[in-house]
């Protein structure tokens, strides 16, 4: 049986990131989509171009980035988002043998610029620091989790502005790995209702678990339900996944609507791949499904 090799706890943003991907990644949205992307690396420096055609909209971007040591920059262009033209630029700073700080700045976008701190005071205990530099919305999280590779608990406090009108919110949690499954365990809170914003208005809950039949973990099956009390509603998905030899996986999961989601996934070689993504609802069969083509070509 293979044990994990992580020696600390996750950090509390990671919990709930193996179920995230599990029941989001590599999956169509809501609409029907093609993209074809290429990318070349030389010298550090990294070229990509992509298409991408949802309905009768077009997007093609073509993207330049550089990296050379703890220095990050990009530069990208897309016939879509105004000005078509972006840059992106972050310096990544390990000041001490178990910190590190990184600062991105984007232009002309000002308000997507970011700081972050990572931190690992003891082998039990991991600190982050996240400021999101947005002019109208400006926000800083502080989250420490406790515990051990297998089982830790989390805190994350964040202070906000929302339109000039300040508020905090604070979220809790528990994730336990495990060889065989992965349990996690999250709720969300705001104190003062009428002054966060409708993203983090009233209690969210979300509790997901994720099995592995086989000691390789190329098959597995999870469930994720969540509650949102500013919107009164809940979800319930499950899913599965099979990873057929080193090429080839497969994955589908459905939700208490109805919406049944698939993906198939082909590794051309180790870095390019193609994937045909299909979702369908099993109580309107009568419309047409959603299906997303994509194609990755790196050399």
């Known amino acids: 049986m293979n044990?994990?090799?992580?020696?600390?706890?996750?950090?509390?943003?990671?919990?709930?990131?193996?179920?995230?991907?599990?029941?989001?990644?590599?999956?169509?949205?809501?609409?029907?989509?093609?993209?074809?992307?290429?990318?070349?690396?030389?010298?550090?420096?990294?070229?990509?171009?992509?298409?991408?055609?949802?309905?009768?909209?077009?997007?093609?971007?073509v993207r330049a980035e550089y990296k050379y040591k703890n220095h990050h920059t990009a530069v990208q262009i897309d016939t879509v988002r105004f000005p078509i033209c972006s840059a992106y630029y972050s310096y990544e700073l390990k000041y001490l043998p178990y910190a590190k700080?990184?600062?991105?700045?984007?232009?002309?976008?000002?308000?997507?610029?970011?700081?972050?701190?990572?931190?690992?005071?003891?082998?039990?205990a991991?600190?982050?620091?996240?400021?999101?530099l947005s002019k109208s919305h400006p926000k800083i999280?502080?989250?420490?989790?406790?515990?051990?590779?297998?089982?830790a608990f989390g805190f994350q406090g964040m202070l906000g502005r929302n339109y000039g009108i300040a508020y905090t919110a604070w979220s809790g949690g528990i994730q336990v790995t495990r060889p065989y499954f992965d349990v996690t365990i999250t709720i969300r809170d705001c104190l003062k209702q009428d002054t966060c914003p409708f993203s983090t208005r009233g209690v969210f809950l979300r509790a997901s678990y994720i099995q592995y039949l086989d000691e390789a973990k190329k098959i597995a099956a999870g469930l994720?339900?969540?509650?949102?009390?500013?919107?009164?509603?809940?979800?319930?998905?499950?899913?599965?996944?099979?990873?057929?030899?080193?090429?080839?996986?497969?994955?589908?999961?459905?939700d208490h609507l109805g919406n049944v989601t698939t993906l198939l996934q082909y590794n051309i070689?180790?870095?390019?791949?193609?994937?045909?993504?299909?979702?369908?609802?099993?109580?309107?069969?009568?419309k047409d499904?959603?299906?997303g083509f994509f194609l990755v070509l790196k050399p």
């Open 3 to 61: 044990k994990t090799r992580r020696k600390t706890p996750l950090f509390f943003y990671q919990f709930g990131k193996k179920s995230r991907d599990f029941f989001g990644k590599g999956y169509c949205g809501h609409s029907k989509t093609f993209m074809v992307s290429t990318t070349s690396t030389a010298n550090g420096l990294t070229l990509t171009s992509a298409a991408t055609k949802r309905f009768i909209d077009s997007i093609e971007a």
């Open 126 to 132: 991991m600190l982050h620091l996240h400021a999101d």
């Open 101 to 124: 700080a990184k600062a991105s700045f984007r232009y002309p976008n000002w308000s997507s610029s970011k700081f972050q701190l990572w931190s690992r005071p003891h082998r039990n």
């Open 224 to 254: 994720e339900i969540t509650r949102w009390s500013a919107r009164k509603e809940h979800t319930i998905r499950a899913g599965g996944s099979w990873a057929i030899g080193d090429l080839t996986s497969v994955k589908a999961k459905i």
């Open 141 to 151: 999280r502080l989250s420490a989790s406790i515990g051990t590779p297998s089982m």
């Open 269 to 286: 070689q180790d870095k390019s791949l193609f994937k045909i993504s299909a979702g369908f609802n099993i109580k309107a069969l009568d």
């Open 289 to 291: 499904p959603i299906i």
